[in-house]
């Protein structure tokens, strides 16, 4: 019966194990909008309630990311019709439509955009892409549940039908306003914050980078300053096992090091970066000045609105990028080491 609603604009396979996508071209549609009706937008969706408190938020965002909540009800994804649901931890809603609502592109699809601006207002037929009325918290409730939009239409059957306790929905409910409308961790308008870690000459190599870019104007007029421990920060340079004290489990820091992936072999987690797939035989401040460079490199083509799942999207596209180590330096989506030996050469 879901077959029947696939529109050939997204032809999708989800299994079970990983909700692998495949398909091309579903159009991730955006209404534009002025920024004082996004706010007016983000409030109305939120307070046909009372307005949550901090813990309903956290809760409602843990779902979101992680599909777990802090209570102990079991929250399952509903893949196909017919199939055993699965833990929503195995696919997340931030695992589609990405940590900030706009949808992170998995292989040519981008899923919804679920920020305020889009959901909070009604949405006119384009092409094939039909037409459908402002959410409200109901209406998102059963969308998530159901599957049906805002008009009642079954959604792709992509997008998994979830079940979770009342309380639960409620809290994912209240936190779906916050999509896009977060502080991004370690940035502000006057700095962007990064962790470096490593040797003291490694420190001095990057910090020496850092300052050269900020006297040369900075990165969209932000500078960037080295966090001190504990501090948020939005990205990292660096390796070693001291990484992880700084690392918190919930987040996915975009990292660039110089070192090796730990196990040889394994594929890098998703939001770091190696420069070369065994031990360089470099020092650490040549390494630490050219994860810098490279750092440097992928804010800058992030904007001034830089994100971290931005940064990794830059990182990804980052091209024979000359780190001055004596070769070049290519990420891509599949391939986050970037070079192919230790000596450079491809
Ligand atoms: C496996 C990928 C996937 C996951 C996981 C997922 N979604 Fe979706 N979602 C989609 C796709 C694809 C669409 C677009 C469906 C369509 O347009 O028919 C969508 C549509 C939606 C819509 C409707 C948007 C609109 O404009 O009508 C809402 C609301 C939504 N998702 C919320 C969520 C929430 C909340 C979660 C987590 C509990 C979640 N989704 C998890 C893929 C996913």
Redesign the pocket.
């Known amino acids: 019966m879901w077959s029947a609603v696939i529109h050939r604009r997204?032809a999708?396979v989800?299994t079970a194990a990983a909700?692998t996508?495949v398909g091309l071209g579903?159009l991730a549609l955006r209404v534009v909008l002025r920024t004082s009706d996004a706010a007016s937008q983000a409030v109305r969706l939120e307070t046909s309630g009372s307005s949550p408190d901090a813990a309903t938020v956290a809760a409602g965002r843990a779902?979101?990311r992680r599909?777990e909540g802090p209570s102990q009800h079991p929250i399952t994804?509903l893949l196909s019709p017919g199939e055993d649901p699965v833990p929503?931890a195995v696919?997340?809603?931030a695992?589609?439509?990405g940590k900030g609502g706009r949808g992170r592109p998995e292989g040519g699809?981008v899923?919804?955009?679920?920020t305020p601006e889009?959901?909070g207002v009604p949405?006119r037929t384009a092409g094939d892409h039909p037409g459908?009325p402002a959410?409200t918290p109901a209406l998102?409730k059963r969308?998530?549940t159901m599957g049906l939009?805002?008009g009642g239409r079954p959604?792709?059957p992509?997008?998994?039908r979830?079940q979770m306790s009342l309380d639960d929905l409620a809290a994912?409910v209240s936190y779906?306003p916050r999509l896009g409308h977060e502080p991004e961790p370690g940035l502000t308008d006057e700095d962007i914050r990064v962790a470096v870690v490593g040797s003291p000459a490694a420190q001095r190599a990057a910090r020496g980078y850092f300052d050269a870019v900020a006297r040369a104007g900075g990165v969209y007029r932000r500078s960037i300053v080295v966090g001190l421990d504990g501090e948020p920060v939005l990205a990292g340079i660096g390796g070693g096992s001291d990484r992880t004290r700084l690392v918190d489990s919930d987040e996915e820091i975009p990292w660039l090091d110089g070192a090796p992936p730990r196990e040889p072999g394994t594929a890098p987690e998703r939001s770091t970066f190696h420069l070369f797939p065994s031990a360089p035989g470099l020092d650490d401040a040549t390494l630490a000045r050219a994860e810098a460079m490279v750092l440097v490199e992928a804010l800058r083509q992030c904007g001034r609105e830089v994100t971290r799942e931005r940064l990794v999207q830059a990182l990804e596209t980052v091209h024979r990028f000359d780190g001055e180590l004596g070769a070049p330096l290519s990420f891509s989506r599949g391939r986050h080491i970037g070079m192919a030996s230790p000596t450079g050469s491809p």
């Open positions: 997204a999708l989800t909700a996508l579903l779902i979101y599909g994804a929503a696919v997340p809603c695992g589609c439509h699809v899923p919804a955009d679920l889009v959901l949405r459908r959410y998102l969308a998530i939009d805002a959604l792709e992509t997008m998994p979830f994912l779906l």
